[in-house]
């Protein structure tokens, strides 16, 4: 069977020999995987017009909808994904974070359109002031980046590793080209037909290459981005591509690093928090049977529990059903592949030349209901290494596979510092029930990670896992792990778009971000704002209303009301050598008569007011004042029907500027509103 590559609109077959795959369990073939003759000029190009150009007409809120509906659609039909993936060597557990969890990246994906606007870019930010009497403002914009994004995946997680990279830039409208790996392509194949089939994404914002893939950065230009997930040594090279240099492309670099898990001192031997990290340590040593770039490579305990650790860790692999994935009770499966036995089988022995193993072994284990000569097998490797700061093969070394090393630590610093000999790492987590101890090993250690976890009783039910990267934060790592960050929620999306500065007049700004901009002009409704349906209202537009002059008696009854009787409302002879005069109303009061004001009482479109964003009292309000309300249409947001039955609305953001009789500004808020479309009326 040939596995194929989907470019420009069509299903191909690469020419050539192609590389043929094997089932990692029984080394049947699996099918034939080619690149050769592809044309990478041609598939980009398409991308970039077909693609890239169908996306950008989208909304945030369109492309978060879109990818909803993606993941619903796949959750639909991921059996048969559970199916091809036992062919990798995967558990069913495995198999659940490559597939589900990649599901649930489109997921969360799709919940960020909240954050942002309903238009095809971002603003960014708040505007910049920049001249005395408030014509001349600044602000950011963020605008998809006009090619496309080449993920170049590993292939320890072909689902997963195409999932968490393209939900961001179809999130960010720019199209993707993904590569996944050769060895495993044939699960990603499989997953992008049926995306392809649920004709849910435009056409052009996804193409395969399988096989070997060379030669597919060598068109690129400077407005792609190019995703590397692997060993350090392919992604250094491939970064420093000369095309890369000279179009200054975006490289975003995750490579497997040599991650740790840190025992603490008050875990002693016989606590349930020592068993936590016996518990852990041994997850990651057998889950995807270690490949993960994620997995621990280095577990780091109190000197005096070295010997204890050992032995229960010992114990516990030895419970470990080694065998076929798909027959009951085993709980770890096979390698990927035969090449990455023969790779992990010559890193395990150039670290038994500094350290030795206290379990396992190279040649003698037993698998269940399968040929171990016939499948990618490999036992579980634990090494023990007593002196890490002078046999440091364990800080260089990863044997990408169930192997994890043993090491002692003196003191919390030691083991930060043992944790920092390798040279940068995507996550290390800490098993403690001490916060203090947990607060210095967190600040000592962040600058050598990209992620650190800390463990303990009372988060331990719910915690995803030292090995689990989410997608409303950041995934990468410093030094060895790459230097790059990915997913991160908004952070994520935001490194497919170009942040630009943009100058002109507040009426200009606002035309072009959709936002009211303070200083602009704001024509008088011809109707009050709360009797407009949503369609109908236009940013800018505002509700100039009556006035109300604040007496003792109201800051007196608000303070009764609220039970609000800080000493600056109730107490005029506290006042010596404070910020105010006299007797202050209450901000809140001042927001809430505002309000009074504003808002018009009859049932109408306006459905509820449900929250208030970026509020401040900036000017004291004194018994004998007078406030008006400028009630301002600063942002509109559609809003999809969740059911046949729901009501058709958008979200508004009013801005509501409360001035005195000076015209002075003293307290500004943006209210959340939602608004019946004329069709519910």
């Given amino acids: 069977m040939n596995i194929q590559n989907y470019i420009a609109g069509q299903w191909v077959t690469g020419s050539g020999k192609g590389l043929e795959l094997h089932n990692a369990v029984t080394g049947e073939a699996v099918g034939v995987a080619s690149s050769d003759g592809l044309d990478y000029a041609a598939i980009l190009d398409y991308g970039r017009r077909v693609g890239g150009a169908a996306l950008r007409k989208m909304t945030f809120q369109e492309r978060g909808r879109m990818l909803k509906a993606l993941a619903l659609y796949l959750m639909e039909r991921k059996e048969k994904f559970y199916e091809l993936s036992y062919a990798t060597g995967a558990t069913r557990i495995d198999s659940w974070i490559d597939i589900e969890g990649g599901i649930g990246n489109l997921f969360a994906n799709a919940s960020l359109r909240r954050q942002f606007p309903d238009l095809p870019y971002y603003v960014d930010g708040q505007h910049a002031p920049l001249s005395k009497n408030g014509t001349f403002i600044g602000h950011h914009i963020m605008v998809p980046k006009r090619g496309v994004a080449i993920h170049i995946n590993a ?51 996804l193409q395969l290459v399988v096989g070997l ?65 016996i518990k852990e340590v041994h997850r990651e040593m057998t889950v995807k049977t270690g490949q993960k770039c994620t997995a621990v490579r280095r577990a780091i305990v109190p000197e ?21 994935p798909r027959t009951e009770g085993v709980r770890m499966g096979a390698l990927a592949t035969k090449e990455q036995v023969h790779r992990v089988r010559e890193n395990v022995e150039l670290l038994m030349r500094s350290q030795q193993i ?70 290390t987590s800490i098993i403690t029930n001490d916060d203090n101890t947990a607060r210095d090993f967190v600040v000592n250690t962040a600058h050598t990670n990209g992620r650190v976890m800390v463990l303990n009783e009372k988060c331990a039910r719910e915690s995803t896992g030292h090995g689990s990267p989410m997608p409303l934060l950041t995934h990468g790592g410093p030094g060895r792990a790459g230097g790059g960050e990915e997913m991160g929620g908004k952070r994520g999306v ?44 236009k940013v800018g537009d505002t509700v100039y209303t009556a006035k109300r002059t604040i007496s003792e008696a109201d800051i007196v009854n608000f303070a009764n009301v609220s039970w609000d009787h800080f000493y600056a409302h109730t107490d005029a002879t506290s006042l010596d050598g404070t910020l105010f005069e006299q007797r202050v109303a209450h901000g809140y009061f001042i927001l809430s008569a505002a309000a009074g004001l504003f808002v018009d009482p009859k049932k109408g479109p306006v459905l509820l007011n449900y929250g208030l964003e970026e509020c ?28 046949d039955e729901d009501v058709a609305k958008g979200i508004v953001k009013f801005y509501v500027d409360v001035y005195d009789e000076t ?8 209210i959340l509103t939602m608004v019946k479309k004329r069709n519910q009326a």
Wanted: glycine share 8%; charged share 25%.
């Fill in 494 to 537: 935001l490194h497919y778009l170009q942040r630009t500065s943009i100058q002109g007049h507040p009426d200009t700004i606002a035309h072009i971000t959709q936002q009211y901009q303070p200083g602009g002009t704001r024509p008088e409704a011809e109707k009050h704002l709360f009797r407009q349906h949503f369609e109908d209202l």
């Fill in 213 to 277: 893939g060379r030669g597919i950065i060598d068109h690129v230009t400077n407005q792609d981005v190019v995703t590397f997930t692997g060993s350090a040594k392919t992604g250094r090279l491939l970064k420093a591509h000369p095309r890369i240099l000279e179009e200054s492309v975006p490289f975003n670099l995750e490579a497997d690093s040599l991650n740790a898990c840190v025992l603490g001192e008050d875990a002693k031997p016989g606590t349930p928090a020592f068993d936590l990290f």
């Fill in 663 to 670: 015209g002075e500004s003293v307290a500004l808020a943006t």
């Fill in 358 to 427: 206290a379990y396992g072994s190279l040649d003698t284990f037993d698998v269940v209901d399968a040929n171990r000569e016939a499948g990618a097998f490999f036992s579980p490797i634990l090494f023990v290494n007593n002196d890490p700061f002078k046999h440091r093969d364990v800080h260089e070394i990863e044997a990408f596979g169930p192997v994890s090393t043993l090491m002692p630590y003196r003191t919390l610093e030691e083991a930060a510092e043992i944790v920092e000999l390798g040279k940068g790492s995507l996550v």
């Fill in 616 to 643: 401040r009292f900036i000017k004291p309000v004194y018994p004998g004042a007078t406030i008006g309300v400028k009630f301002t249409v600063k942002e509109k947001i559609d809003q999809e029907k969740r059911s």
């Fill in 304 to 324: 005096a529990y070295l010997e204890d650790v050992q032995i229960a860790l010992g114990q516990r692999l030895a419970k470990t059903t080694i065998g076929n």
């Fill in 155 to 205: 292939f320890n997680f072909p689902i997963w590793g195409m999932l968490e990279k393209i939900a961001v830039n179809l999130m960010a409208g720019v199209p993707a080209v993904v590569k996944p790996s050769e060895y495993t392509c044939y699960l990603t194949e499989l997953m992008v037909r049926e995306i392809i089939a649920s004709k849910l994404l435009p056409e052009g914002a």
